[in-house]
């Protein structure tokens, strides 16, 4: 069974800065995309970020663009999040999962194996 563990929430003043971690038990090598995703109070879970494990493409939600950074570290078996700029609306528990063959895709059903999340708390 894979294990991701996510790391690096906190609480944080609009403006500031996290930068999350997600550790793989094994070589993210495997994976075809990582994805972040995020869910915030009484709603949905949504992804954030995605991350083409095998190539250099990422992708974003609109509203993160320009503020958030996926990237990878496969000697590390690791993907990180970088997030500036943060805002109120970003505020939530967010999660990695990984997706096994095919191709990118935000639809979470998609995805294999999830950590259990780490919060993010942006306070204005």
């Known amino acids: 069974q894979v294990q991701l563990v996510e790391s690096g929430g906190g609480s944080v003043q609009a403006g500031g800065s996290l930068t999350l971690s997600c550790a793989a038990s094994r070589s993210i090598y495997s994976y075809t995309c990582m994805g972040w995703f995020r869910q915030a109070p009484g709603k949905d879970r949504e992804g954030v970020a995605l991350?083409?494990?095998?190539?250099?493409?990422?992708y974003y939600i609109d509203s993160v663009k320009g503020r958030f950074t996926v990237t990878q570290d496969n000697a590390k078996n690791m993907v990180t999040l970088q997030m500036v700029s943060l805002k109120p609306g970003d505020t939530g528990m967010y999660y990695c999962?990984?997706?096994?063959?095919?191709?990118?895709?935000?639809?979470?059903?998609?995805?294999?194996?999830w950590g259990q999340g780490t919060q993010v708390t942006v306070s204005s």
């Open positions: 999962a990984d997706k096994s063959g095919g191709s990118w895709s935000w639809d979470q059903s998609d995805y294999n194996s």
């Open positions: 991350k083409n494990i095998r190539g250099t493409y990422a």
